[in-house]
């Protein structure tokens, strides 16, 4: 089945505590991104990466790290996390790449809800 | 980055009329206008795009318009059912450097 899978689901941290949530497809797509939602504000970007090694800052970066290693691996990292950064996140990937903009449907994980103390 | 207005926050339409939302984008060089959906407690998933080609896409009971000189694009829900209650995002690629941008949502409530 094609999907993309986030964990954890669920977490509750304190400030300054690192972690990262993991997110995997296995759909071979080239393109995967990480939104946090948050109400009132919608979806908005964090990271993005265009395949292996690429990534780049997407609207909301500040406080988060991500790194592509792999094709279908892209973890976001939180290396000392504060309360402003408790939200719902989620990871997306796309095959829809063309003249330099995401052009296809995005496939979205789950969601991680992350809670900071 | 680009920004996209979604208009309006919140709509609430009486079960089997017709229910627009709106977005106005500021990239005049996106040809991809995609619209996706968010069920309560679950995750946003596509329910159609439209590409700059064309000024008009159909599936159903929804359908997209695009209006690119006044860079704006809209949602239509015809004959609307409690199942259509969810929140809607348009979404705004940025011609050139990957983003995908989406707006704040519209929270649509059907009433029975």
């Known amino acids: 089945e094609a999907q993309v899978t986030q964990n954890p689901r669920y977490l509750i941290t304190v400030t300054g505590k690192k972690l990262t949530v993991t997110c995997s497809q296995n759909?071979?797509?080239?393109?995967m991104s990480w939104y946090r939602q948050d109400p009132g504000l919608g979806l908005r970007q964090i990271y993005y990466s265009m395949n292996v090694e690429v990534t780049d800052k997407g609207d909301v970066p500040e406080g988060y790290k991500v790194s592509r290693k792999e094709k279908r691996n892209f973890p976001l990292i939180l290396e000392s996390p504060s309360p402003n950064q408790t939200s719902l996140y989620f990871c997306?990937?796309?095959?829809?790449?063309?003249?330099?903009?995401?052009?296809?449907?995005?496939?979205f994980g789950e969601g991680s809800r992350l809670t900071v103390l | 980055g680009e920004n996209v207005e979604q208009h309006p926050s919140t709509l609430s339409v009486q079960e089997g009329d017709s229910a627009v939302i709106k977005c106005t984008y500021s990239?005049?060089?996106?040809?991809?206008f995609p619209w996706y959906k968010q069920e309560l407690g679950k995750r946003p998933q596509l329910i159609i795009d439209i590409r700059s080609n064309v000024g008009e896409k159909k599936d159903q009971r929804i359908a997209v318009t695009l209006n690119k000189t006044a860079k704006h694009f809209s949602l239509h829900i015809t004959e609307t059912q409690p199942e259509d209650s969810a929140v809607y995002f348009c979404g705004q690629p940025n011609f050139g450097n990957e983003k995908l941008t989406f707006g704040t949502g519209t929270r649509l409530t059907i009433i029975p």
């Open positions: 997306a990937s796309s095959s829809g790449l063309a003249g330099g903009s995401v052009t296809g449907e995005l496939f």
């Open positions: 990239d005049s060089a996106s040809n991809y």
């Open positions: 759909m071979n797509h080239e393109y």
